[in-house]
Every structure is written in C-alpha cells, then in structure tokens.
C-alpha cells in the first residue's frame, strides 16, 4: 500500500504563495499517477493539478497558469506550487496515488486565502 503526508498549508493574503509537499512511502516506483485535489466546504471534491509516471501534466482551468505540479522520484515525494492565490483557493488540499489501479490519499491540508 502507499502512505500519503502533506504538509505546507496555512494562510495567505491573496496574490501570495504557498509549496505543498506530499511524501510518499516506499512504493514509488510502482505508483502510475500522483495529483493534487481539493474540497472547500459544501463542495465536491475536485481535481487541481495531476502528473502521470512518464511526467505528462494536466490543470483544472481554473488553476492553469498559476499552479505547478512536479514530482521527484528519488525521494518520493510530490509537489504543488501554488501563485497568485485567490480566495477562491480557499480549501483542504489532499495528495492523490494511484497504484495497481488503487486510488490512495493523504489527510489533507489546509490552504486558506484571505486579506
């Protein structure tokens, strides 16, 4: 099984920046693709940013431009560089893997965008 912790939330004034973290156990080699969701309150769960094996990316719309996610095998660990934060932003962000067709997650971190 794989093990999720993410780490790098608080809170932001709007326009600033945050670098989530998700580190991953020992399993990496074999997970096909990592990603990066979200779930403010009284709303669905949905998918931010996503990075296959082969390093093949994809953006929710709303987060194109500002967000980048990367991935760094050796040390099995995921990122998420978040800019230009909008209070729309606000929400608990969760590390997403995906391993033998078996979806895993993290607990989840708080990102919270206010003035």
Known sequence: QVQLVES???????G???RLSCAASRTTASINAMGWY????GKER???AGI??????????SVKGRFTISR??????????MNSL???D????????????VDYWGQGTQVTVSS
């Not at 979200?38 to 309150?41: D, G, V």
């Not at 760094?72 to 560089?81: A, C, G, M, V």
């Open 8 to 14: 790098g939330g608080g809170l932001v004034q709007p």
């Open 16 to 18: 600033g920046s945050l």
């Open 38 to 41: 979200r779930q403010a309150p």
């Open 46 to 48: 949905e998918l931010v």
């Open 52 to 61: 296959t094996s082969i390093g093949f990316t994809n953006y929710a719309d």
């Open 72 to 81: 760094d095998y050796t040390k099995n660990t995921l990122f998420l560089q």
């Open 86 to 88: 909008k209070p729309e």
């Open 90 to 101: 606000t929400a608990v962000y969760y590390c997403n893997a995906v391993l033998l067709r």
